[in-house]
């Protein structure tokens, strides 16, 4: 019985080893790219890490045909063209982005698998070399190819370019390109756009993966950062999650004072309903930018939520008196004298206020006719009631938009 049982694990080994060498044989024989992928994908577990370089670097000389194939043709174009001789031939556009992402992906796995241990605990690349020059060039592709599908409406193959070009940038396979004779130029850019196209996935973490790669490049710096903000104020649904995030921006604005950290970090200490902190952070900026209209307009709205009206109006007034443009900072301004004439003890006091704040208001409805930006209408009709009364025609037209 003892026999048998070695005999039978012997045949099952011998079994086992010639499926191997079966199925590797079938993949390197395949003239088609879509045939061997699927005897590859049937097989995988069964190879061993050599074999499996071999396959898939199989896949890479399968995919790279394809390319060869619809550049020459591209090149042939470009020469007739030139040359004004002949008509050109058509060439296959999207296969030859779909081929250049294929090359690119299975030579990734092909270098993995490549740099691991062999059956006897050896690593000796085979394929490295050759897949670094000529797969390195085919990035270009690859962005081609996300325009191409952004272009035809197909962001799932748009985002698996782009991330792909990000992703080969520190790829090993081409640890040994030297990027110092032809920098990545595009490299930033590229990572903002897989960033937004991995939100809209549903992808945070890649989302800020990306969006950290590119804030590394000056190019794309700014708005990457806003695209930053934005995404580490996404799902924030305790307090604590607000938390978390306020001091990760508290740390990012510790080292840079960029004006969108600073908008974020106001708007936090605002919805977490720190005050104090969220007035001295405005206060620091203004020492610093004591001419910037928006500082000063957000110290204002600050100031007039708290209801603190002296304050308010003071800011509010120095924000217009440096931009003169922001219907919503005059609106702001005309809100607030409202609010502080109805505290006043005479009329005579209050008519005074409330004829500058009609001038301010008035202001903002020439600035923004249509209220996209500031809804005047109220405050403006609250004017127009106290000095002319009710049945004045201003005061109709203003009641009939607050209706």
Same mark, same amino acid.
């Given at each position: 019985?003892?026999?048998?049982?070695?005999?039978?694990?012997?045949?099952?080994?011998?079994?086992?080893?010639?499926?191997?060498?079966? $199925?590797?044989?079938?993949?390197?024989?395949?003239?088609?790219?879509?045939?061997?992928?699927?005897?590859?994908?049937?097989?995988?577990?069964?190879?061993?890490?050599?074999?499996? $370089?071999?396959?898939?670097?199989?896949?890479?000389?399968?995919?790279?045909?394809?390319?060869?194939?619809?550049?020459?043709?591209?090149?042939?174009?470009?020469?007739?063209?030139?040359?004004?001789?002949?008509?050109?031939?058509?060439?296959?556009?999207?296969?030859?982005?779909?081929?250049?992402?294929?090359?690119?992906?299975?030579?990734?796995?092909?270098?993995?698998?490549?740099?691991?241990?062999?059956?006897?605990?050896?690593?000796?690349?085979?394929?490295?070399?050759?897949?670094?020059?000529?797969?390195?060039?085919?990035?270009?592709?690859? +962005?081609?190819?996300?325009?191409?599908?952004?272009?035809?409406?197909?962001?799932?193959?748009?985002?698996?370019?782009?991330?792909? #070009?990000?992703?080969?940038?520190?790829?090993?396979?081409?640890?040994?390109?030297?990027?110092?004779?032809?920098?990545?130029?595009?490299?930033?850019?590229?990572?903002?756009?897989?960033?937004?196209?991995?939100?809209?996935?549903?992808?945070?973490?890649?989302?800020?993966?990306?969006?950290?790669?590119?804030?590394?490049?000056?190019?794309?710096?700014?708005?990457?950062?806003?695209?930053?903000?934005?995404?580490?104020?996404?799902?924030?649904?305790?307090?604590?999650?607000?938390?978390?995030?306020?001091?990760?921006?508290?740390?990012?604005?510790?080292?840079?004072?960029?004006?969108?950290?600073?908008?974020?970090?106001?708007?936090?200490?605002?919805?977490?309903?720190?005050?104090?902190?969220?007035?001295? &952070?405005?206060?620091?900026?203004?020492?610093?930018?004591?001419?910037?209209?928006?500082?000063?307009?957000?110290?204002?709205?600050?100031?007039?939520?708290?209801?603190?009206?002296?304050?308010? +109006?003071?800011?509010?007034?120095?924000?217009?008196?440096?931009?003169?443009?922001? $219907?919503?900072?005059?609106?702001?301004?005309?809100?607030?004298?409202?609010?502080?004439?109805?505290?006043?003890?005479?009329?005579?006091?209050?008519?005074?206020?409330?004829?500058?704040?009609?001038?301010?208001?008035?202001?903002?409805?020439? &600035?923004?006719?249509?209220?996209?930006?500031?809804?005047?209408?109220?405050?403006?009709?609250?004017?127009? #009631?106290?000095?002319?009364?009710?049945?004045?025609?201003?005061?109709?037209?203003?009641?009939?938009?607050?209706?």
């Amino acid at each position: 019985m003892k026999k048998l049982v070695i005999m039978a694990v012997l045949a099952v080994a011998a079994t086992s080893a010639f499926a191997q060498g079966d $199925a590797l044989k079938s993949i390197m024989k395949s003239k088609d790219y879509t045939e061997a992928e699927k005897l590859l994908n049937a097989n995988l577990l069964s190879l061993s890490n050599d074999q499996k $370089a071999k396959a898939y670097n199989k896949l890479v000389d399968l995919a790279m045909e394809k390319v060869s194939k619809e550049e020459s043709t591209m090149n042939t174009n470009q020469l007739i063209v030139q040359m004004q001789q002949g008509n050109p031939e058509p060439y296959d556009t999207l296969g030859l982005f779909k081929a250049a992402y294929a090359a690119m992906k299975n030579g990734l796995e092909c270098d993995k698998y490549d740099n691991m241990p062999n059956a006897k605990g050896k690593i000796s690349p085979k394929f490295h070399k050759s897949n670094q020059q000529k797969l390195y060039r085919l990035r270009t592709h690859l +962005i081609n190819g996300g325009q191409y599908a952004a272009e035809k409406g197909n962001q799932t193959d748009a985002l698996n370019n782009y991330a792909l #070009y990000v992703e080969t940038a520190s790829a090993p396979l081409f640890a040994e390109v030297d990027k110092t004779k032809e920098p990545d130029q595009w490299l930033g850019e590229v990572a903002r756009v897989a960033a937004v196209y991995s939100f809209q996935a549903k992808d945070l973490e890649n989302a800020n993966k990306y969006c950290d790669i590119a804030l590394k490049d000056t190019a794309s710096y700014h708005e990457a950062l806003g695209l930053k903000m934005y995404l580490m104020q996404q799902g924030l649904k305790t307090r604590e999650d607000s938390l978390k995030c306020l001091k990760e921006v508290e740390t990012l604005y510790a080292s840079n004072k960029d004006a969108q950290i600073f908008n974020s970090l106001v708007t936090l200490y605002g919805g977490l309903g720190m005050d104090d902190k969220q007035l001295s &952070l405005i206060g620091e900026r203004i020492a610093v930018e004591p001419n910037n209209a928006n500082i000063w307009a957000m110290k204002g709205q600050n100031e007039m939520n708290a209801g603190k009206w002296d304050d308010a +109006i003071a800011s509010l007034k120095k924000s217009v008196e440096i931009d003169d443009k922001q $219907a919503i900072v005059f609106t702001y301004l005309g809100y607030s004298m409202n609010s502080k004439a109805a505290t006043l003890a005479t009329a005579a006091e209050q008519k005074a206020l409330l004829v500058e704040s009609l001038g301010y208001l008035e202001k903002a409805r020439s &600035l923004d006719p249509d209220r996209k930006e500031a809804n005047w209408s109220y405050p403006l009709y609250q004017c127009y #009631y106290s000095l002319y009364g009710a049945d004045d025609s201003r005061t109709k037209e203003m009641e009939a938009l607050v209706k």
